[in-house]
């Protein structure tokens, strides 16, 4: 079994910065691809990122986040980051980690195996 930790959330005013962390155990971390979904209210779970397992030589992101989020990983420290820089009003929402043991670079729900609690992140105007 798996465990995700998220941390990082919090309110931060439009044009803001933020990082989220989150911390695995219970599996070899590098053997999994990453990502990061996002459900704000009244709305579906979306994707925002995602990043290959082992070196992370590969990520994806969402069009509505790409040029302003960056996604990275830290195998030495089981933690997948999210650097959310430029936020708008439009990113508030819980995000949530996500871990995948058997898909290269996932986009979607199903493919993600691991979920953890998520992250309140709210950026005001």
């Known amino acids: 079994q798996v465990q995700l930790v998220e941390s990082g959330g919090g309110l931060v005013q439009a044009g803001g910065s933020l990082r989220l962390s989150c911390v695995a155990s219970?599996?070899?971390?590098?053997?999994?691809?990453m990502g990061w979904f996002r459900q704000a209210p009244g709305k579906e779970r979306e994707f925002v990122a995602a990043?290959?397992?082992?070196?992370?030589?590969?990520?994806t992101y969402a069009d509505s986040v790409k040029g302003r989020f960056t996604i990275s990983r830290d195998n030495a420290k089981n933690t997948v980051y999210l650097q959310m820089n430029s936020l708008k009003t439009e990113d508030t929402a819980v995000y949530y980690c996500v871990g995948a043991t058997s898909w290269a670079l996932p986009t979607t729900p199903i493919q993600y195996n691991y979920w953890g609690q998520g992250t309140q992140v709210t950026v005001s105007s």
């Open positions: 219970g599996r070899t971390f590098s053997t999994m691809a």
């Open positions: 990043i290959s397992r082992w070196t992370g030589a590969s990520t």
